[in-house]
Nanobody, 126 residues
């Protein structure tokens, strides 16, 4: 059974940091694992993606501030978020994207990714 479960969200002041985690269960042959986010009234957007050989892709809005990584033994996906801004406030989701390279994993609203977690809320106050 394939499922994803995020954790690590919370409230933080602007300039602060958070690390999100996503436990990956039952997904042994992924092409990309990705983080997406969705703020109220906005479309879901891709944030970062990684493949099994640690090739990474970031959206321009988070490049240089966020780092995606993975522990392949524990099967956990991470998103280290530094220098947080109020505009980073959103529900963050991890997604497993079979057959999708990281360069394509972040396009659109993530319809190319077949399995999603339930999300974890990040709130950044200015």
């Amino acid at each position: 059974q394939v499922w994803l479960m995020e954790s690590g969200g919370g409230s933080v002041q602007a300039g602060g940091s958070l690390r999100l985690s996503c436990k990956v269960n039952g997904y042994n042959a992924w092409s990309s694992l990705s983080w997406f986010r969705q703020a109220p009234g906005k479309e879901r957007e891709g944030v970062a993606a990684i493949d099994p050989v640690a090739y990474t892709k970031y959206s321009e809005s988070v490049k240089g501030r966020f780092t995606i990584s993975q522990d392949k033994v524990l099967k956990i996906l991470y998103l280290q978020m530094n220098s947080l801004k109020s505009e980073d406030s959103a529900m963050y989701y991890c997604a497993a994207c079979r057959g999708v390279h990281p360069d394509q994993a972040l396009t659109g609203d993530g319809a190319q990714c077949g399995t999603w977690g339930q999300g974890t809320q990040v709130t950044v106050s200015s």
